[in-house]
T-cell receptor, first 112, second 113 residues
Framework: SQQGEEDPQALSIQEGENATMNCSYKTSINNLQWYRQNSGRGLVHLILIRSNEREKHSGRLRVTLDTSKKSSSLLITASRAADTASYFCATGDLSGSEKLVFGKGTKLTVNP | ETGVTQSPTHLIKTRGQQVTLRCSSQSGHNTVSWYQQALGQGPQFIFQYYREEENGRGNFPPRFSGLQFPNYSSELNVNALELDDSALYLC????????????FGQGTRLTVV
């Protein structure tokens, strides 16, 4: 079963604009991770935020985490056509295992 | 490049057959996980191996089985293939620490006809 639910399911923007994707989850977590997937191929890890962190930055990426609302957001600033991909959030549980529970993803299209 | 290699890239099998998918992890990564990703869905956890022992399993039937070898390679075996097994199968390896992000391979696209 899916843990996370990304919102929106699809997003289309112009190059240079910012893209914001949201993720909600159901259970307590150890960490939340965001991944990118191009054309149904392998997943590329973007950023990990731990449950005791509220915000994290990496280059043009900004991730926030609100554990009280069980939600996270991924902001991509100054988007480029190369950012076109599907983006998934994945949660790691408290058991210490590395099982990740993924959402269904947001399909981002950046138009040149 | 994540250093995780999967083979084959694509595979077509007939319903009822058996299939073996292979993964070569990064050197030193003692944990490997397998995920199934149906079209338009997020990946679903199948199982995880740590030091050649199964260390967690998702909601998949016993006909999905795996092996991990000392040389950092692993296999996913699926018996009695069903049409719904058609999916992208992803292998991910990591060092095994809690919160260490896994490195994913490019996947094997399995089509069952």
């Amino acid at each position: 079963s899916q843990q996370g639910e990304e919102d929106p399911q699809a997003l289309s923007i112009q190059e240079g604009e910012n893209a914001t994707m949201n993720c909600s989850y159901k259970t307590s977590i150890n960490n939340l991770q965001w991944y990118r997937q191009n054309s149904g191929r392998g997943l590329v890890h973007l950023i990990l935020i731990r449950s005791n962190e509220r915000e994290k930055h990496s280059g043009r990426l900004r991730v926030t985490l609100d554990t009280s609302k069980k939600s996270s957001s991924l902001l991509i600033t100054a988007s480029r056509a190369a950012d076109t991909a599907s983006y998934f959030c994945a949660t790691g549980d408290l058991s210490g295992s590395e099982k990740l529970v993924f959402g269904k993803g947001t399909k981002l299209t950046v138009n040149p | 490049e994540t250093g995780v290699t999967q083979s084959p890239t694509h595979l077509i099998k007939t319903r009822g057959q058996q299939v073996t998918l292979r993964c070569s992890s990064q050197s030193g990564h003692n944990t490997v996980s397998w995920y199934q990703q149906a079209l338009g869905q997020g990946p679903q956890f199948i199982f995880q191996y740590y030091r050649e022992e199964e260390n967690g399993r998702g909601n998949f039937p016993p006909r999905f089985s795996g092996l991990q070898f000392p040389n950092y390679s692993s296999e996913l075996n699926v018996n009695a293939l069903e049409l719904d097994d058609s999916a992208l199968y992803l292998c991910a390896s990591s060092l095994g620490g809690v919160g260490d992000p896994p490195f994913f391979g490019q996947g094997t696209r399995l089509t069952v006809v």
